[in-house]
Every structure is written in C-alpha cells, then in structure tokens.
C-alpha cells in the first residue's frame, strides 16, 4: 500500500514539476518511507536513450574516471547500448570489480538522489 501510495503521489509529482530537479514532498516520502529506486529499477536503452551525447559519456568516467572516457566521435547509441550493457552486467553480478558494480548499482540521476543519506 505504501509503494502505491508514493508511486501515485510521482506520477502527480512527474505531471506537475521539472523532472531533472529533485521535489521535496518527493524526497521526504522517499526517506520516511526507505525507498530504493534501484532496488526495483536499472537504467535501460530507452531510458538512457533520452540523455544527450555528453550526458552519457560523463556517465562513464563517473564510473570508472577520466581515463575510461569515451572519445568524442563515438555516436550516442553506442554509448547507450554501452551503458545499458554495464548497468545491466552490474545488476547482473557479471562484473568482476566489486567496487565498479557497487557503483554502477548504486547510481541514481539527479533528480532521485536523496540530499542526506543519514536517515536510512
């Protein structure tokens, strides 16, 4: 019932707010009520499909720095089909550094992270 609850209260939320910003009747039900996007969610093709190029390639060296940035003459749909495959291996277990998939599995957008951690 709870899930519901706030599931009804995003889809009003979605309708009327920015939905690349955060709400905060969004973000206090989220923490008074625990709830883990990611737990239920992974980032797939269509989503991440809306991201622009560069969106997607700062994803990547957000995940794993600088160095693994992709180069800029690679097309957006290589980059989404990248993305797609790393969230989904993640999600998966079929990634052999730990660390890399706590981070991918961990990841939110912007407008889903929660301010303060402190009261999970």
């Not at 992974?42 to 957000?62: N, R, S, V």
Request: glycine content about 4%; aromatic content about 6%.
């Amino acid at each position: 019932k709870k899930l519901d609850a706030l599931i009804d209260v995003l889809v009003v939320d979605l309708v009327i707010a920015h939905p690349q910003r955060s709400t905060p009747l969004v973000m206090q039900l989220a923490g008074q009520l625990n709830v883990n996007v990611r737990n239920d969610w992974t980032p797939d093709a269509a989503w991440l499909g809306c991201y622009q190029k560069i969106q997607l390639a700062h994803l990547f060296t957000e995940f794993s720095g600088s160095v693994a940035a992709p180069p800029a003459d690679r097309k957006k749909s290589v980059l989404v089909e990248q993305l797609t495959r790393l969230f989904a291996d993640a999600a998966a277990g079929n990634i052999a550094d730990k660390a890399l998939a706590d981070k991918v599995n961990a990841w939110l957008p912007a407008n889903l992270r929660r301010e303060s951690t402190t009261s999970r």
